[in-house]
Structures are given as C-alpha cells and as structure tokens.
C-alpha cells in the first residue's frame, strides 16, 4: 500500500515561514511531487524531489528522505495569496498517488 | 492557450442518467488520466493511458468507460449515474510516465464538477 499523509489543516501569519509534512509508507515510487491547490481551481505543481535531500525554488522549498518516509514542503514570506491546499504525491509509472492534503490559512 | 482543457465544467444531473466529459490537451504529451476528487477534497487516480492505450484502471466500476480516439483526447463517459459520483473530476497529462524528473509533472484541466441528485 502507499498511505500518504499529512497534517489536516496549518495556519501561520503572513511574512513567516511554514513547513507542511509529508509521511507515507510505500513499496517503491520513483519521485515525490508537492502541488498546490486553490479552492475551485485544479492543482499545480510546486516541486518535486527525486533523490535525498533539499531542493529549493524561490519561497518553496522541498526536501525528501526516502529511508526515513517523510517529505516536507517550506513555504518562506508567506503571503495571502499561498493560502490553498498543498498535496503530496507519489510518483510511479503511470500513477500518481495523493496524499490527504493540508489546508494552509495565512493570517494578516 | 489553454493547455489541457474539459467540457462541461459543470453538470449537473439525475441519478441513472448518462453523462459524458471531454479532455484535450495541446501539451503533446503522450499519457493521460482522469482523477477524482471527492467531497473531502482526497484526489484519487483513475485512469492512465499511454499513446490511446489504457494502461491502469483502478478498480473503477464498470459504469465508467474511458475512451482515447487520440493521444491527445481523453474522453470519460459515466452510465447509470449514482449520487456517490457527485465529485470534481480531473483529467490530467505529463510528458512522460515515469515521474523520475520533473518532466514527469502533471497538468490539470481546471475540472469537471459533476452533481447527481
């Protein structure tokens, strides 16, 4: 199986710094990806981690220890606008696997 | 330009009717996919299909019948519609399948919000 999860709902203030975590236990995936969704709109892709280690792009960062199952996403200057629901997957051939997604509120 | 696009965006119908939803992506992406994505927000996959070929089918009961005339067009009909399929539903593609880089990224029609009463 691949249970993939993550924290329900997160809220912090604008201009701080959040990381949302993402567990799973699997068999085998070939990449973890992180998108973000807006209410009523479809997801986008934010990054995505292949090996080991941290990958950072602009504000989103993305890091990934396969031995350990856990992923997490790093939002920095939070802004209004990054209030959405963030979604981890799993990456297999032919299959994307989601995880339960995490309801993010950014406060003023 | 739109890069994968659905019609309708929304629908809405009685139960044990049939309804169909229409996917095209202009990316030339060789797979393709149909999510759904139910009340609590939980995206579940589908369907995938490579160059018109289905390739998984994730215990979708048989009401469901994906057709791809084309790489391109990935159409989902639904049979004897059932309140339980009350959903937003996906269509998505990536270039390749693998998911080992980046280009394995999904793109997401901006969805199909079904309502069965």
């Known amino acids: 199986g691949q249970n993939i999860d993550q924290p329900t709902e997160m809220t912090a203030t604008e201009g701080a710094i959040v990381q949302i975590n993402c567990t799973y236990q699997?068999?085998?995936?070939?990449?973890l990806f992180w998108y973000q969704q807006h209410a009523g709109e479809a997801p986008t892709f934010l990054s995505y981690n292949v090996l080991d280690g941290l990958e950072e792009k602009g504000r989103f960062s993305s890091f990934l220890s396969r031995s350990k199952g856990y992923s997490y996403l790093l939002l920095k200057e939070l802004q209004m606008k990054d209030s959405a629901s963030y979604l981890c997957a799993l990456g297999g051939t032919y299959k994307y696997i989601f995880g339960t997604g995490t309801r993010l509120k950014v406060l003023a | 330009d739109t890069a994968v696009s659905q019609t309708p965006k929304y629908l809405v119908t009685q139960m044990g009717n049939d309804k169909s939803i229409k996917c095209e992506q202009n990316?030339?992406?060789?797979?393709m996919y149909w999510y759904k994505q139910d009340s609590k927000k939980f995206l579940k996959i589908m369907f995938s299909?490579?160059?018109?070929?289905?390739?998984i089918n994730e215990t979708v009961p048989n009401r469901f019948s994906p057709k791809s005339p084309d790489k391109a067009h990935l159409n989902l009909h639904i049979n004897s519609l059932e309140l339980g399929d009350s959903a937003v539903y996906f269509c998505?593609?990536?270039?390749?399948?693998?998911?080992?880089?980046?280009?394995?990224?999904?793109?997401f029609g901006e969805g199909s919000r079904l309502t069965v009463l």
């Open positions: 990316l030339g992406h060789d797979t």
């Open positions: 299909y490579n160059n018109k070929e289905l390739i």
């Open positions: 998505a593609s990536s270039l390749t399948a693998g998911a080992t880089s980046g280009t394995g990224e999904l793109f």
């Open positions: 699997t068999s085998g995936f070939n990449g």
